[in-house]
């Protein structure tokens, strides 16, 4: 194999693979990205054996073959050559990889690649096109809500439902929920449980795409869901059970609803996380909600620390009330939210709470109060 390309096209399509190399694999083969020619292009890609990556850069092709090449060895050796010439890339039969640049020559040892394991096509079926930018920002407004619980497998990932015409996500970690939905202009059915290192990576590669990029392509077979992002495909196994019930969760009623700005509520929740404690589950974490006509003072107190309260004006005329909440769920919920408002719905300081943007009925968030 004997190919040329330029610096920047190469960092282009390393940076794209190299997050999903493997770093702490028993296999050494994981520690490599395939480097190999496809029709007239270059085809880089990598796996872990969960998530893979792959896309095409533009070269010239003296010879055609492939090779799996290490990884950050590769990408450091390249990111210090300089851009004023041209690469030449050449492997041989015995694995030696030979890198020249200029008046720069090295040489690194790779391995065979039908050593590296088989990475899967896109699915055929059962897929569809979405805006990338509503994409991305569905992962957004759901992924923050997954939970962090290893042992509660099932919850750590967001959860896609697609039936009809509609695309809906939700995400919880059994104290909070966030669920968003979109029309889509064709009709699919399918479900699937996205793990949340899929789900950042897919929004890394979303963010470094091409602005020109408009749509992208969504897939989901029996086993996995891919994306394809331009000249990038992304590919992820899937969370294996059964998604608890959101449904059941979220408040079909609320006793009281209160329009909140958004800006000055995420400012004063901001101020009184200060004086919260560290730790989540402990009561001192709390922030108090205090609702009263035309005002909602939001306060904390620690024991040894200090304590502080902020009031925001509102238009309230319910009796009293009193909700603590973690102020990182509340803070979280508020960054995610589109527009200045935002419609607080509650019953009582046990029952969960929403906050759902006030001109957007398709994404709502649910929060557990705390007991204190």
Excluded: W
């Amino acid at each position: 194999m004997k190919v040329i390309c330029g610096k920047d096209e190469l960092m282009k399509g390393v940076q794209t693979i190299l997050p999903v190399v493997s770093s702490k694999s028993t296999l050494p083969v994981l520690s490599n990205f395939m480097f190999e020619t496809e029709v007239d292009k270059i085809k880089l890609s990598s796996t872990d054996l969960e998530i893979a990556v792959k896309c095409h850069i533009k070269g010239e092709i003296a010879q055609e073959g492939g090779i799996t090449i290490p990884a950050k060895r590769f990408a450091d050796i390249i990111k210090e050559l300089s851009s004023d010439a041209d690469i030449e890339i050449q492997a041989d039969d015995t694995n030696q990889i030979n890198i020249k640049s200029g008046k720069s020559r090295f040489t690194l040892m790779g391995i065979s690649k039908s050593e590296y394991p088989v990475i899967p096509e896109f699915p055929k079926e059962n897929n569809f096109i979405i805006k990338k930018d509503i994409f991305a920002s569905m992962l957004k407004k759901t992924v923050f809500a997954v939970s962090k619980d290893s042992q509660r497998y099932v919850l750590n990932g967001v959860y896609f439902i697609a039936e009809e015409d509609s695309l809906k996500m939700v995400a919880t970690d059994g104290r909070r929920l966030a669920y968003v939905t979109e029309g889509l202009g064709t009709k699919i059915k399918g479900k699937a449980i996205i793990p949340t290192k899929a789900v950042n990576d897919m929004l890394r590669l979303i963010s470094a795409s091409d602005s020109k990029i408009e749509d992208i392509k969504i897939g989901i077979a029996e086993n996995q869901c891919a994306a394809e992002i331009g000249d990038i495909t992304f590919l992820s196994t899937l969370i294996e059970g059964i998604f608890p019930n959101y449904e059941q969760v979220i408040p079909k009623k609320s006793e009281s609803k209160v329009k909140l700005s958004v800006k000055d509520t995420l400012t004063a929740v901001k101020q009184m996380a200060l004086l919260s404690g560290d730790k989540l589950s402990d009561r001192s974490s709390a922030v108090k909600f205090y609702l009263s006509p035309n005002m909602l003072r939001i306060s904390a107190s620690t024991a040894g620390l200090g304590s502080g309260e902020v009031e925001v004006e509102i238009d309230y005329k319910g009796e009293p009330t009193e909700i603590n909440f973690n102020p990182n769920f509340i803070k979280e919920v508020l960054q995610n939210i589109d527009g200045d408002f935002t419609n607080f719905e509650f019953t009582n300081a046990l029952n969960p709470a929403t906050l759902a943007p006030e001109q957007d009925k398709n994404y709502i968030c649910v929060v557990m109060p705390m007991r204190v």
